[in-house]
């Protein structure tokens, strides 16, 4: 009867050993998947696949990523004698592997990022999988909800940043990670020989001063001449999110009453999608998918004709003059440029880091980290020359994203002010020799036109500016240039070039309103952002920022500083814009202005010069770009990661407490 009793409680316990352990692995499985798709979420990856019905077949991948980092991590390392060195051998060589697939695939960038937040996400999970072992199921139960909702907490946290503290957050898991690790040890009241608990000691404290040490390298590295031309001010306004045959895809209109010159768009253009106008009164459409995946499936090789697989059915929409009749009439009356492109196949933020670095170390709207030195920027080769600027936006102390991206930006917080400041400066004389004027950043609220947002708002808001300063004591010696940071996923024709090996974008509108800027003329001159900078290093006699903006060509043909017109000066007077609507000031509700429902009546206006009267032809290209006589203001660009932001960190931080949780709680308690 004892006998049998005791083989009873045998089998109870061979039971429920082996129904803990199977429910460990179950636990253990979850909490890797959790951890995964939620760093799957934070690390950007969306934006790169582009479309989300490919989201599942990437999501399956990812987790089967995940439980091999997570789960088969801790059980390889648990068995090992010496799991410091077994995790080390194996975080080097997946770490190594990672670095070596996004060298040769461009589009996985973000898979760097992808695994440094499945990290941040699962640095419990060693913890877990190995303290299940050792705690009762109710205790692994609350530790595996308690660690799913901390896992929550932290994305959350991440994705609150903007994408960054990578590195704060990881000391903040690992914190927590070795206090569940005592909270097992002390709680279970297990029994250690006393060399073991001395090595895990020693291994603790070890493995916290190295995080310390690496955290303290967390600092960044910080890495006036008169114009060549009458301007003396260039004033760069971004919009975003359009395509040029988006906007003036049917301009001049079919009709063509005046004999505008007509750039290359959908008019009489055969063998393109069926396109769809926008309806009269409508100012607002779908925003098409965008993404470097989404927006390479546009592209198909340069053969223009993924855009419904990859943008979807409303990128096939072109607005009218109904909704862009104050844009149609600028094009009118200066210059238009038909092939100015985004400088890179993606979204947002590489093309605005383009206009003001010449290159990005993004590759869609991701981060920062990396960073830009700012010695890499416009800003600094201005400075170091002596050349004035200013950066402009709604209210600078609500920030400016896109100069988050330039590490050491801070040296130069006076010279990014407010757009009141750009006003009052236009006004008495004093704007810089460069202003970005940017309708985005600073809690700047639908000014920029993107879609979903209602383009009449932006629309009015550039208006404003282009008058403001046409009315101003600077108009003499001013150049805008108004373009698009990239097309948002609307269709366009024209195939894109590349330029030093990199692809262009879609193409973008970009409209040259000046004294100097020709009338209703039409530019084929290839260009893309690069070439407003190349054209700032040129008016004022700089060397060429970097490589791609000494190959960029420059829009000099858009401008007339030689011949003169019938009342004998190279100079257009103002325009006098008395019929457009006009906000009272930069900053406006879009509610005053609901009796707007169509454009059409501004265009065309009349013709500041007879077209019979111009001193030029009205269309025309340029293939001139700067000399290298002086070399380049930056010779080599490299993006800037702190480097507790990095992955190797992350990593490090990973294995580190893998190892201390397998020395703590590896052993059998005596």
């Known amino acids: 009867m004892h ?194 608990m001395l090595a895990a000691r020693k291994a603790a404290v070890a493995g916290m001063l190295f995080i310390v040490l690496l955290s303290a390298l967390e600092a960044p590295v910080a890495l006036g001449s008169s114009s060549v031309t009458p301007i003396r001010h260039v004033v760069e306004i971004m919009m975003e999110n359009h395509s040029f045959d988006n906007i003036f895809g049917v301009y001049p209109g079919p009709t063509n009453p005046l004999g505008l010159q007509t750039p290359q768009n959908l008019l009489d253009v055969a063998g393109i999608p069926q396109m769809h106008p926008v309806p009269n009164g409508t100012f607002s459409t779908a925003d098409p998918v965008e993404g470097y995946v989404a927006y390479h499936e546009d592209w198909n090789g340069g053969m223009m004709n993924g855009f419904l697989q990859g943008s979807g059915p409303q990128s096939l929409l072109y607005y009218t003059a109904s909704q862009y009749g104050e844009e149609w009439a600028l094009a009118e009356q200066y210059s238009l440029g038909d092939m100015y492109f985004a400088s890179q196949l993606t979204e947002t933020s590489p093309n605005r880091l383009y206009s003001l670095a010449g290159y990005s170390p993004v590759i869609n709207d991701y981060g920062p980290p990396p960073y830009i030195p700012v010695g890499q920027s416009i800003f600094s080769e201005l400075n170091h020359y002596g050349v004035s600027w200013g950066y402009y936006v709604e209210n600078p102390s609500a920030g400016a994203g ?115 800027a020709k009338e209703n003329y039409v530019s084929n001159t290839v260009m893309t952002h690069t070439s407003i900078l190349a054209f700032i290093d040129y008016n004022w006699g700089l060397p060429p920022l970097n490589k791609i903006v000494w190959e960029s060509t420059l829009p000099l043909d858009m401008f007339n500083f030689n011949s003169t017109y019938s009342w004998g000066s190279v100079i257009r007077p103002p325009i006098a814009f008395t019929n457009f609507p006009m906000p009272s000031s930069p900053i406006f509700s879009l509610s005053k202005f609901s009796n707007v429902t169509s454009l059409s009546y501004l265009f065309p206006m009349n013709l500041q010069v007879p077209l019979n009267q111009l001193p030029y032809s009205r269309e025309g290209s340029s293939h001139f770009s700067l000399g290298r006589s002086d070399g380049y203001y930056v010779n080599s660009n490299f993006p800037f990661i702190p480097f507790y932001e990095t992955i190797y960190f992350v990593g490090a931080a990973y294995l580190i407490l893998l190892a201390i949780t397998v020395v703590a709680l590896g052993r059998k308690p005596e």
């Open 3 to 196: 006998l049998h009793a005791g083989k009873e409680r045998v089998m109870s316990d061979t039971y429920t050993r082996t129904g803990m352990a199977l429910g460990n692995k179950f636990a253990v499985f979850v909490l890797s998947g959790v951890g995964t798709v939620v760093g799957f979420y934070i690390s950007g990856v969306i934006d790169l696949v582009g479309s989300t019905t490919q989201i599942p077949y990437v999501i399956a991948g990812i987790i089967t990523g995940a439980v091999i980092f997570g789960f088969l991590s801790v059980s390889i390392a648990a068995k090992m004698s010496h799991p410091i060195a077994t995790s080390s051998v194996v975080g080097a060589v997946l770490l190594f592997a990672d670095a070596t697939y996004v060298s040769t695939r461009p589009e996985a960038g973000s898979i760097a990022l992808l695994l440094s937040a499945t990290l941040v996400c699962s640095p419990l999970t060693p913890v877990a999988s190995v303290g299940f072992h050792k705690v009762k199921p109710s205790y692994g139960i609350f530790l595996t909800a308690g660690s799913i909702v901390f896992l929550m907490v932290s994305a959350t946290a991440y994705i609150e940043s903007g994408y960054s503290g990578l590195g704060a957050i990881t000391l903040v898991n690992l914190a927590v990670g070795f206090l569940v690790i005592l909270a097992i040890v002390y709680f279970q009241k297990m029994r250690y020989r006393s060399g073991k």
């Open 402 to 516: 896109t100069l988050d991206y330039f590490a050491g930006i801070g040296q130069y917080s006076s010279s990014i002010r407010s757009w009141n400041d750009f006003f009052q400066e236009l006004s008495n004389d004093s704007l810089p020799s460069v202003a970005w004027m940017m309708p985005v950043d600073g809690g700047a609220v639908d000014y920029s036109q993107g879609p979903p947002s209602n383009v009449l708002k932006g629309e009015l808001w550039l208006m404003y500016v282009v008058n403001a300063i046409e009315r101003s004591p600077e108009w003499n010696s001013t150049a805008i240039f108004i373009t698009y940071d990239e097309g948002g996923g609307f269709y366009d024709q024209v195939p894109p070039p590349s330029i030093s090996g990199v692809q262009l974008g879609v193409r973008v509108p970009l409209i040259v309103v000046s004294p100097y």
